[in-house]
């Protein structure tokens, strides 16, 4: 990349023509267009997140607060649902992703292992679930019959091994990890659990970054299905399911607004509230995003290698 | 796209590496010998497995043993194995249903309306990022339309019901502005499918140019120096070099997507639903999912019938489109 930037821009300079630069012109405003329309509503949701009740609910906010307040994250501190769904989201998201994380890889290394008798008939095996499930509801009667329902578990076990991460991985482990190296580690008389352990292991970081990321952002964090069909216990629901009760269904726990006593204050206050939670709600990924877009998209490159 | 893999280079790498000795022909018994001691050799490999196979068997394959109530009158006091057989009872019943038709139509238009929309426009940002050279501009854009990619679902729908509030969303402070007053566009069911499918190329065409960008970092500099040199210019280069060099991997997206054009995606039409917009937004997912858990009196059998449908219908598609793709483009998913 680097070297074709450098030696791209050197003919640019040299041979940059008229019609070359009205189209880059036009190409510039179209990328600045699209910027635009992407930030309009992100910036539309935080400034009315710092703004007063009433601002919110006369309408007067545009891009940038209007009489700058912190009520509705205050309100929102004091909700004691909003905290417990973020504690178990951290939760499932964290022992999922382990999960997630451990059955991956336990599974992409025999699988890309080149001398594995059987190993293009279990590949397909997992690859087939991409194409086709038994449904909906034969898996809630599995994971009925487990008596997985309503526990913590349910949130954790049946997501398992995603076929898309599976495949990365494999790919991953064929083409970063010579055969030589394993053969070595044969000679040397470790067995295939040791040198999985001591060879595979710290060579897979890059790609134990990427499925994490992957897992925890995908798979956990950010979905409610599986809540919504699983769980009945409110102790247990994840954030994105309090978020839909508050934000969807527009039920909110009215002792928040009890102090007062003004109907349109009070509208203004329940609006208020859902855009300071949209941003809390999303502020955890958007804080550790611009650290780990780069493992992203190294994960999409190892997906596209041909 | 995993799928795209090939593994004859790292084959071809491998080869000999855990051979035993010269080629020659083997008698059977001497070549199940062989077998064996190969599989003996690596039973740690399979030791390995065991813990992803038995999941794979409990949570994806005992579900499609299980999908045969879509055959039966299942009921829980029998079981799956003793439910009574009905044939294609079920499935004729959801023929036969007023739902059918809307359902299938919604789910349907909302895909190729999705498809549509949503297909080119992320390769066109691709081929006008990568124009941009200056590191930082370019940078800020890809961070930028990245970025609602990683917004969960249910905010994004929240963001929409705010967004376009008819009172206090940044639509009516416009409209106000003007002097208008803006309608309720979540509760028309007209615009239903266009802020549908709108505000997920919104939040997607980002994330999904990042694959395009790859492939074009991948092109070769010296195609471009020859056409710089014949004379071609930016928009010549990327009609000739660019975009071809992106169909391969269109088309295996391509073909991907038409192969899943049942599976709506659950998750958000669900959460944009209500009563008012129910007969645009009504898809199969959304109508497996209420008649088998949410209806007063649970119907597993239709439910999974309608599933099991969805899923068959989908994975002949997939392999038809393949087929075509092969045939027509030489390009395709496997």
Do not use: C
Request: net charge positive.
């Amino acid at each position: 990349m680097a070297s074709m930037t450098s030696y791209e821009s050197n003919i640019n300079k040299v041979n940059e023509s008229a019609v070359d630069r009205i189209f880059m012109m036009g190409n510039t405003t179209l990328l600045l267009i699209i910027t635009v329309i992407i930030l309009l509503p992100l910036i539309f949701i935080v400034a009315a997140s710092f703004s007063s009740a009433e601002a919110v609910i006369a309408g007067r906010v545009t891009l940038w607060p209007v009489d700058f307040s912190l009520l509705g994250y205050e309100t929102i501190f004091e909700h004691k649902k909003v905290w417990n769904g973020f504690a178990n989201s951290l939760f499932y998201t964290f022992f999922g992703t382990i999960f997630n994380v451990f059955m991956t890889i336990i599974a992409a290394y025999p699988l890309s292992r080149q001398d594995l008798v059987g190993r293009r008939f279990i590949t397909f095996g997992f690859i087939f679930t991409m194409l086709f499930s038994g449904g909906l509801i034969p898996t809630y009667m599995v994971v009925r019959d487990l008596g997985l329902l309503n526990t913590r578990w349910a949130m954790i076990l049946p997501t398992g091994i995603g076929p898309f991460n599976l495949l990365i991985t494999i790919t991953f482990f064929r083409t970063t990890i010579p055969p030589e190296l394993i053969e070595a580690a044969r000679i040397d008389g470790a067995s295939d659990f040791r040198t999985f352990r001591s060879v595979i292991l710290p060579l897979a970081r890059p790609i134990i970054a990427v499925l994490a990321l992957f897992y925890a952002v995908n798979t956990h964090w950010n979905t409610y299905f599986q809540a919504l069909i699983y769980l009945k216990d409110q102790d247990l629901f994840p954030l994105q399911i309090v978020l839909r009760e508050i934000l969807i269904q527009n039920s909110i726990d009215a002792s928040m607004l009890i102090d007062i006593e003004d109907l349109v204050a009070r509208e203004g206050l329940r609006e208020l509230l859902k855009y300071s939670l949209i941003v809390v709600a999303s502020v955890p990924v958007m804080i550790i995003y611009p650290f780990v877009q780069r493992h992203f998209v190294k994960g999409m490159m190892i997906g596209s290698v041909k | 796209m995993p799928v795209l893999i090939s593994d004859q280079a790292t084959s071809a790498r491998n080869a000999g590496a855990y051979r035993f000795g010269a080629r020659r022909r083997l008698s059977g018994r001497e070549a199940r010998a062989k077998l064996w001691l190969r599989i003996r050799r690596n039973w740690q490999l399979y030791a390995l497995l065991f813990l992803p196979i038995l999941w794979l068997i409990v949570f994806r394959y005992a579900p499609m043993y299980g999908a045969q109530i879509a055959f039966r009158q299942y009921s829980p006091a029998f079981g799956i194995e003793a439910s009574p057989w009905v044939g294609l009872a079920n499935f004729e019943r959801f023929f036969n249903s007023p739902k059918f038709e809307p359902v299938i139509v919604n789910t349907l238009v909302l895909s190729f309306y999705s498809l549509v929309a949503g297909f080119p426009i992320p390769i066109l940002l691709a081929l006008s990022l990568n124009q941009v050279k200056a590191r930082l501009f370019r940078s800020s854009v890809q961070m930028i339309t990245y970025a609602p990619h990683f917004i969960s679902t249910v905010v994004i729908v929240g963001m929409l019901f705010q967004f376009l509030h008819p009172r206090v969303g940044f639509t009516a402070v416009l409209a106000n502005a003007l002097g208008m007053s803006a309608p309720n566009w979540m509760g028309d069911p007209d615009a239903f499918r266009h802020i549908f499918v709108w505000s997920g190329v919104w939040q997607e065409t980002g994330f999904s140019a990042i694959i395009y960008l790859a492939v074009l970092s991948t092109v070769d500099p010296a195609l471009h120096e020859a056409a710089v040199v014949d004379g071609a210019s930016r928009l010549q280069r990327i009609r000739y070099i660019d975009i071809p060099s992106l169909l391969p991997t269109a088309m295996v997206l391509l073909v991907l997507s038409t192969g899943r054009v049942l599976e709506v995606a659950f998750e958000k039409v669900y959460l944009m639903q209500s009563p008012l917009n129910l007969g645009v937004a009504e898809v199969i997912n959304t109508y497996v999912y209420k008649v088998g858990l949410l209806s007063p009196i649970l119907d597993f059998s239709y439910s999974t019938a309608i599933g099991l449908l969805k899923g068959i219908v989908g994975l002949l598609l997939l392999i038809t489109v393949n087929h075509a793709a092969r045939r027509l483009t030489a390009n395709s998913v496997w």
